[in-house]
C-alpha cells in the first residue's frame, strides 16, 4: 500500500509539474507577444514570473503573485536557516 501510493504520487507529482511548465512557456509566449506588439521590449531584460502573469492577467494579479513569491521565499529561507542550525 505504502509504495504503490509514493510511486502513483511520484507520477501525480511529475504530470503537474509538466502542466505547470506548459503553462508558463505558453503564458511567457503570450507576454512576449504582447510586449513586442506595443513596443515595451525592454533588450537585456529577463522577464520574470510576477511580470509574465502581470502582463498577462493584469498588474493587481501581478502583485499578487509578487507578494505570493517572497512570502514563499522567506519561507523556504526560514526553514533552511532551522535545519542548518541543528
Known amino acids: ?9 511520484q507520477l501525480l507529482y511529475g504530470a503537474f509539474g509538466c502542466w505547470t ?3 508558463l512557456s505558453v503564458l511567457y ?24 502573469i502581470g502582463i498577462v492577467a493584469g498588474k493587481w494579479l501581478g502583485r499578487i503573485t509578487l507578494g505570493f513569491n517572497m512570502v514563499a ?6 526553514l533552511q536557516l532551522i535545519a542548518c542550525s541543528r
Do not use: D, W
Open 29 to 52: 509566449a503570450e507576454a512576449s507577444g504582447r510586449t513586442r506588439a506595443t513596443g515595451n521590449l525592454h533588450k537585456g531584460h529577463i522577464l520574470q514570473y510576477h511580470e509574465v
Open 1 to 9: 500500500m505504502g509504495y504503490g501510493f509514493g510511486i502513483g504520487f
Open 21 to 23: 511548465v506548459y503553462l
Open 73 to 78: 521565499l522567506t519561507f523556504a529561507c526560514v
